[in-house]
């Protein structure tokens, strides 16, 4: 029985670590303000790109704002696909939805 739980465990370890692997690769991005400002980030929620549209630069609390909007934004879509992810590995595995 032990061994059994160690090889349970273990596969789910791999499976784990592939997965976040896989989310490292997804990217998202969170627009602002119709597209004023533009954050890319991938699935480990590190940004990859920032554009700001030139207009957005003539108020400096304005795109302060817009650039904290955009990121919360592509914070939010990355945690999704993760969360999607986990499920997805969930179901594989045939374990009920939320336990992971």
Known sequence: MRNDMGGLLGGL????????????????????????????????????AVKVDPRALADAE??????????????????????QGVAQLAARMGLPPGLL
């Open 13 to 48: 370890q791999a499976q784990m670590k592939q997965m976040q692997e896989e989310a490292a690769r997804v990217e998202v991005e969170g627009v602002a303000a119709g597209g004023l400002v533009r954050v890319r980030m991938n699935g480990a929620q590190e940004v990859l």
């Open 62 to 83: 304005l795109l302060e704002d817009l650039v904290r909007a955009a990121t919360n934004e592509a914070v939010r879509q990355s945690k999704q696909a993760a969360a």
